[in-house]
């Protein structure tokens, strides 16, 4: 299985994010407005920083790229799992409690970067992850889950694509 470690990458992406919105978009008056432009920003930058590293030297262009297929492993980590809820509830991350998963115990794909607080610092503290395979849980596959980035390795799974 072709693995690489993209896990610097990521946080060059994750760095620049959260300098932008910390620096240029957190003190606007219309905070609506700034998280609105920041998330299309934020979007230019992942194309910019990330994509361009991974992507294929084939002729595809645009829309006819597929995403890349980024995982998280976990390295010992504590993961939050985010319970289930009604349309238009609010969601929580309380699932189980203090459930510590390792590489071995689950896949993860990678999301987005997620902090519990936006206004008026960012950290992207953690990775927002879709959970694929938990063997030991299989309940939970296909949930969100978040996982710390500092606890976690970020790779790009050539073979999936």
Request: contains cysteine; proline residues 6%.
């Amino acid at each position: 299985m072709a693995m690489r470690d993209i896990t610097e990458l990521m946080n060059s992406y994750r760095k620049c994010s959260r300098n932008l919105w910390n620096v240029y978009f957190s003190k606007r008056k219309d905070i609506g407005d700034a998280l609105d432009v920041f998330e299309q920003i934020r979007e230019l930058l992942f194309d910019s920083i990330v994509l361009t590293e991974l992507s294929n030297e084939g002729v595809a262009k645009g829309e006819d790229i597929p995403p890349p297929t980024l995982k998280v492993i976990p390295q010992r980590s504590l993961i939050l799992i985010k319970r289930l809820s009604g349309p238009g509830e609010a969601g929580y991350w309380d699932e189980e409690k203090d459930m510590i998963v390792g590489p071995d115990d689950i896949t993860l794909a990678f999301v987005d970067y997620f902090d519990f607080f936006r206004p008026p610092i960012v950290d992207f503290h953690y990775c927002l992850c879709r959970i694929l395979s938990f063997p030991s849980h299989a309940v939970y596959e296909g949930r969100e889950a978040l996982v710390e980035v500092i606890k976690a390795k970020i790779v790009h799974d050539e073979s999936a694509e």
